[in-house]
Nanobody, 124 residues
Framework: QVQLVESGGGLVQAGGALRLSCAAS????????MGWFRQVPGKEREFVAA????????SYADSVKGRFTISRDNAKNTVYLQMNNLKLEDTAVYCC?????????????????WGQGTQVTVSS
């Protein structure tokens, strides 16, 4: 089992940047593919980005492609989400997730463990 704790959220102006971190417990972090999702009230949780176990493969939602970068440091048991050129519509609670299955995951049901989330608010 793995526990995930996100940090780095906050209030930022449109066009600004934030870096989210997700720290994982345990010694088996490198055996999990990781993902970031986001959710706003009244809407379903949506996929943002995913990274493979090694970090060599990544994938992004079209809405964030070219602005967000997912990466991981297996030595530090941490996955990151660098968010640049933030837009008002990026406002959401961002959660990281871990999956035991190999390969990238794009849907909520493909992940086994979830963090509590961190709020990102983009203002005009």
């Amino acid at each position: 089992q793995v526990q995930l704790v996100e940090s780095g959220g906050g209030l930022v102006q449109a066009g600004g940047a934030l870096r989210l971190s997700c720290a994982a417990s345990g010694r088996t972090f490198s055996t999990y593919a990781m993902g970031w999702f986001r959710q706003v009230p009244g809407k379903e949780r949506e996929f943002v980005a995913a990274v493979s176990r090694s970090g060599r493969s990544t994938s992004y939602a079209d809405s964030v492609k070219g602005r967000f970068t997912i990466s991981r440091d297996n030595a530090k048991n941490t996955v990151y989400l660098q968010m640049n050129n933030l837009k008002l519509e990026d406002t959401a609670v961002y959660c990281c997730a871990a999956r035991r299955s190999p390969g990238l995951g794009y849907v909520v049901s493909g992940y086994d463990y979830w963090g509590q989330g961190t709020q990102v608010t983009v203002s005009s």
